[in-house]
């Protein structure tokens, strides 16, 4: 019923910002030549459904602006009512970073949301998990052969006797030897991996498994106890080192299965947003109305995490004013300014980004994605930036800088320490996490439909008029307590969807 009425539904566009000259168009499928708009304006040709229309007549190099900043130049003329393909939009050049504003525009902090909680895993670390996982790290590739027999027989034989555990889960990663450990920025993959050890959902029992003529020496992983480091090499035979890692981890499992769950403020939340997979209606649905949550998270003075630096770059100049202090300025700048360099070091640039399904959604360039991308971090001020690998140490909305890679970004998220992560979508991926849940929110309509049993949350209904950003950011908080307190599951949990971990190392390897 609801979704005839959407197909039956007036022909409808958004716009953004009162000064746009282009909007994008709302109908599912898309709308043909000759539609007429209740404004008036009458369709030159069919329209994909999430692209742009133009609402004037462009002239070559006229600027084409949307979300009231300029997304690119005219590159012919385009009369009013035709479709802004992409190949019509020439990219302008990125904000200079040397002398954008510094916190000169740092928003009041909002009025505190008090008494929210939800039932998580206390650690003795202070930090709160939102599931009860044994974690199994690595200090290096090699043993993952072993490590993966262990595991699956620790699923079949010893997890069933532990019903408070929730799972175990191998950190897998490519790191650890045949790598330059000494190089600058060998300091991101290693300290990700030490950040990773250490996540909430873990209760400070990750055991680390190491071959014992690696690079990346165990110990680095576990410094305070070196009981929980097995070297493969000190064991006689394969199945002394099984019967090893089976102790080790039935000690770990007695632990962690006397946790209960207990009442934490939602303060113990370390929220990361995340996109993947956009379109023109990411940053018009899906993005504000988990930005509007972000600022409940604010309030209830959870962490909140933005990332994805090359969505960033672009509206770098719409971020530095929000930074709490010129020093968090200068630190956001520092970011985009090592990841220009790492960008040119391998000859590539940000025009990289957007990929082709972004393009298919309506996107035409990654000024106009970045601009949709940092509505996922609300409108609170900018209170700190983390880089690549390290861990949140602190309340508020926080810039962790990371590629915008799905697979990357979600494990530097789970490096600073992001218990719980929301993200949107809006071509639709079945992306998740086996270290924390993964909240996946769609931007429009028909994916959630397509997808019914993948997508959790549908903020399509912003773009129709159904929902409003505020109802949806409400739905997203509430959702959040719920399934951090594990009275409601992920789709993506249901179905144990779960990608890999996935460093990032821009050192080299030897
Ligand atoms: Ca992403």
């Not at 290693?190 to 690696?214: D, S």
């Not at 370390?270 to 988990?290: E, H, K, L, R």
């Not at 949350?457 to 129709?464: K, L, S």
Request: glycine share 10%; proline share 6%; with cysteine.
């Amino acid at each position: 019923m609801a979704m005839n009425l959407r197909q039956n539904q007036a022909p409808l566009y958004i716009k953004v910002n009162e000064t746009d000259n282009t909007a994008i168009i709302v109908n599912d499928g898309g709308l043909p030549k000759g539609t007429v708009f209740s404004c008036g304006l009458v369709l030159e040709e069919d329209v994909p459904q999430g692209h742009k229309v133009a609402l004037t007549d462009l002239n070559q190099g006229d600027e084409i602006v949307r979300y009231g900043e300029v997304i690119g130049f005219a590159d012919e003329t385009i009369k009013c009512g035709s479709w802004i393909r992409g190949a019509l939009v020439r990219m302008p050049a990125p904000p200079a970073l040397d002398d954008l504003p510094l916190a000169n525009r740092v928003p009041k902090p909002l009025p505190p949301l008090e008494g929210y909680t939800f039932e998580g895993y206390r650690n003795a670390d202070g930090s709160a998990g939102t599931k009860n996982i044994l974690g199994i790290t690595t200090s290096v590739q090699c043993v993952v052969g072993v490590l993966d027999y262990a595991v699956k027989r620790i699923k079949e034989e010893l997890l069933p006797k532990y019903p408070n555990v929730d799972n175990v889960v191998p950190l897998h990663h490519q790191y650890g030897c045949g790598v330059a450990i000494n190089a600058p920025d060998a300091v991101i993959p290693i300290r990700t991996i030490q950040n990773l050890a250490k996540h909430p959902n873990f209760g400070g029992e990750v055991m680390v498994i190491g071959l014992g003529c690696e690079k990346l020496l165990p110990a680095r992983i576990a410094p305070r106890n070196h009981d929980d480091i097995l070297s493969l090499q000190d064991h006689k035979g394969f199945a002394a080192m099984i019967q090893s890692i089976l102790e080790m981890a039935e000690e770990r499992l007695i632990r962690l299965n006397s946790r209960t769950r207990v009442t934490c403020p939602a303060s113990d939340l370390v929220i990361g947003m995340q996109c993947g997979g956009s379109d023109a209606f990411s940053g018009v649905t899906a993005n504000p109305a988990v930005g509007y949550a972000a600022d409940l998270l604010v309030r209830a003075g959870a962490t909140v995490l933005f990332s994805e630096v090359t969505e960033v770059r672009d509206a770098i100049h719409l971020l530095t004013p929000r930074a709490v202090s010129e020093e968090v300025g200068h630190s956001l700048i520092e970011e985009m300014k090592w990841y220009d360099s790492y960008l040119r070091r391998g000859e590539a640039d940000r025009s990289a980004n957007p990929s082709p399904g972004n393009k298919k959604g309506g996107l035409s360039n990654v000024v106009e994605k970045a601009l949709g991308s940092v509505a996922k971090s609300g409108t609170s001020p900018i209170s700190g930036v983390l880089g690549p690998g390290e861990k949140a140490e602190q309340k508020g909305l926080l810039f962790a800088a990371t590629p915008a890679s799905d697979f990357v970004c979600g494990t530097l998220q789970l490096a600073a320490g992001m218990n719980l992560q929301v993200f949107t979508t809006g071509r639709g991926t079945p992306y998740g996490l086996s270290a924390a849940p993964v909240l996946k929110v769609s931007t429009r309509h028909s994916l959630s439909e397509h997808w019914a049993d993948l997508i959790d949350i549908n903020a399509g209904r912003i773009a129709t008029g159904e929902a409003s950003i505020e109802d949806v950011g409400w739905e997203i908080f509430r959702t959040i307590l719920d399934v951090a307190s594990g009275r409601k599951q992920t789709w993506a949990d249901r179905w144990g969807l779960h990608n890999d971990l996935c460093l990032f190392n821009p050192a080299p390897v030897t």
